[in-house]
């Protein structure tokens, strides 16, 4: 096994092979396809957590026990492209490199043996790091040791290599906060002027809390319309609702033009809040196909739900008690950015919507805690309207702190 240095290359001796970054945190790991020019094709090219196949290359996660990997079959790349370069960035939102030392080793995919070792020296404030590249010359793949640093991000590494993804996450930030201030404005100028506005505004407001003045709800009137913190107890008829069930959400771009990529998930919790496991577009079915995840939606535009998970509350198992539904945003736009979101609960049987829930505010992170289930001693369900946002771009970064909002 070869300890590269920045510059220095190795022939490949295996055709397929991965290449995997581990560090004392945890790192989303990314590669790039890159063509004679330096840059990527399509934004196709870019192979991620969000994306995660492409022609001769693949993304695969650790799953939190083992660092995140490209995997190369170099005799599957396409002619045109000449070089897949390897990334890496801090999963923490604003986290640097600081202090933490990524080591990539290049191994033979086919039989896990290491064929060479890159440590980066000197990295400080970078957020991004282009670590490895794998490249062909004369006919032959080798692997060149790069540790290339980026203080902006992937935004900036996807804007060197000609990916679009910064556009989304960084032309609409001067705009979005006069999106969601403008509307109050208007009736806070009008207000004083007007004497007779305040007088008639107080009637209005006590209608939205006239439900949790009841206490605990059910469902036995029929569609349940929640607000932030307000929980409803799934029973129907005086029986806890145990059929199958699908959590829709969706949500849409604030802005004209843009797309907004998120990814729902849910994660479950034993009565410890100790982490089971996570349902999200990487792995759609978790619990013994209990839970299940429609898969992803890149867009956020059209009609309905952009993205379901099917939970069958009766065959959940015993040691799964707690259920956190979450959004987050792995390309970096904000929830300022987003409009109508929304989470709904619906009868799998009948398309009948039980409970929904509005998201009506919004703050500039990443992530946001839609809803929970938490499962009673008696057996039965209930559901709690959260609406916390988290500093997280993806469902690894939400499994602390939805265990500690159990």
């Known amino acids: 096994m070869t300890a590269m240095t920045p510059g220095s290359n190795i022939p490949l001796s295996a055709a397929r092979v991965t290449v995997d970054v581990a560090a004392p945190v945890r790192l989303d790991v990314s590669g790039l396809l890159l063509t004679a020019d330096g840059k990527v094709r399509s934004d196709d090219d870019f192979i991620f957590y969000n994306q995660p196949a492409g022609p001769g290359v693949a993304y695969r996660s650790g799953g939190g026990n083992a660092p995140d990997a490209i995997v190369v079959d170099t005799a599957a790349v396409p002619p045109g492209i000449e070089k897949i370069v390897v990334t890496a960035s801090p999963d923490g939102a604003g986290q640097t490199f600081q202090g933490v030392e ?24 970078e957020t991004a790091l282009v670590v490895i590249e794998i490249y062909r010359r004369g006919g032959a793949w080798k692997a060149r040791a790069v540790g290339q640093g980026y203080a902006n991000g992937l935004a900036g590494i996807a804007t060197d290599f000609g990916v679009s993804v910064e556009e989304p996450a960084a032309a609409p930030a001067p705009v979005a906060p006069p999106a969601p201030v403008a509307p109050p404005v208007d009736p806070r100028i009008a207000a004083p002027p007007v004497a007779a506005a305040p007088p008639v505004a107080p009637p209005a407001p006590p209608a939205p809390p006239a439900p949790p003045a009841s ?18 107890s799934l029973v129907k008829g005086g029986r806890p609702l145990l059929s199958q069930v699908k959590m829709g959400l969706g949500w849409e771009p604030a802005f004209r033009g843009k797309d907004i990529d998120l990814d729902a998930s849910v994660i479950a919790y034993g009565p410890n809040r100790n982490h089971l496991d996570s349902c999200y577009f990487g792995k759609l079915s978790i619990l013994n196909g209990a839970i299940k995840h429609s898969g992803d939606n890149l867009t956020g535009e059209g009609a309905g739900d952009d993205e379901v998970i099917v939970v069958d509350l009766g065959r959940i198992p015993p040691e799964a008690t707690g259920l956190v539904f979450t959004v987050n945003s792995f390309t970096g736009q904000k929830f300022t950015e987003v409009a109508k979101a929304y989470c709904r609960l619906i009868d799998a049987a009948t398309g009948e919507e039980l409970v929904r829930f509005d998201l009506t505010g919004a703050e500039p992170q990443t992530g946001v805690m839609m809803a929970k ?14 609406g916390d946002f988290v500093k997280s771009r993806t469902v690894r970064g939400m499994v602390k702190p939805a265990a500690q909002s159990l």
């Open 373 to 386: 289930l938490i499962k009673q001693f008696s057996g039965e369900w209930e559901m709690t309207a959260m």
């Open 102 to 125: 990524p080591t990539a080793t290049v191994r033979n995919a086919d039989d896990g043996s290491a064929l060479a070792t890159f440590t980066p020296p000197q990295l400080g404030s």
């Open 215 to 232: 206490g605990k709800i059910n469902l036995d009137k029929g569609r349940v319309n929640l607000q932030k913190n307000q929980t409803v």
